[in-house]
T-cell receptor, first 115, second 109 residues
């Protein structure tokens, strides 16, 4: 697509429920990143994928968080047993390839609210 | 991992004045340093970047400087305009990037 697409744009869920967030990167971009941005704060790195290589999961805050990506296409970020502290905007970004000094193109994010 | 610190957290300037935002990083392996602008409720957008083999880069009213020895880099905005008002984030890394905590810039008309 023309840009990075994320869905849903907003999600309200009850504490303890699982949620799944989707990211569709720019066509041809092999690297895909997930970040979390709490209200009024900076961006926290969560995970990144590069082609078919094993993902770098070093930023995932707990085992309730997981992500998958099939090849160089769509990625899903899953949060199990959501907690109120999971409330944030989850941003996805893609680049033509891993690192290599490319700036991110971000999606518009998914605003997650856990009540 | 990388640790990026950013100062100041808020900055208020008069229209036409200059604004400077400073960042430090900890990992000497970091080789790419982008800056993002985020307007309220919107996604961050890349405004300028600098690579580790360059000390300075300029794009119209925006410039970045990098001191690899001291592990710090800065964003300079000259002739500020009200539309420059936003939150600015620095980032540093290699392959994946860590962000500073942001600077809220307010340009008063």
């Amino acid at each position: 697509g023309a840009g990075v697409s994320q869905s849903p744009s907003n999600k309200v869920t009850e504490k303890g429920k699982d949620v799944e967030l989707r990211c569709d990167p720019i066509s041809g971009h092999t690297a895909l990143y997930w970040y979390r941005q709490r209200l009024g704060q900076g961006l926290e790195f969560l995970i990144y994928f590069q082609g078919n290589s094993a993902p770098d999961k070093s930023g995932l805050p707990s085992d309730r968080f997981s992500a998958e990506r099939t090849g160089e296409s769509v990625s899903t970020l899953t949060i199990q047993r959501t907690q109120q502290e999971d409330s944030a905007v989850y941003l996805c970004a893609s680049t033509p390839r891993q690192g290599a000094n490319y700036g991110y193109t971000f999606g518009s994010g998914t605003r997650l609210t856990v009540v | 991992g990388e640790n990026v610190e950013q100062h100041p957290s808020t900055l208020s300037v008069q229209e036409g004045d200059s604004a400077v935002i400073k960042c430090t990083y900890s990992d000497s392996a970091s080789n790419y340093f982008p800056w993002y602008k985020q307007e309220l409720g919107k996604r961050p957008q890349l405004i300028i970047d600098i690579r580790s083999n360059v000390g300075e880069k300029k794009d119209q009213r925006i410039a970045v400087t990098l001191n690899k020895t001291a592990k710090h880099f800065s964003l300079h905005i000259t002739e500020t305009q009200p539309e420059d008002s936003a939150v600015y984030f620095c980032a540093a890394g290699f392959n994946k990037f860590y962000f500073g905590s942001g600077t809220k810039l307010n340009v008063k008309p």
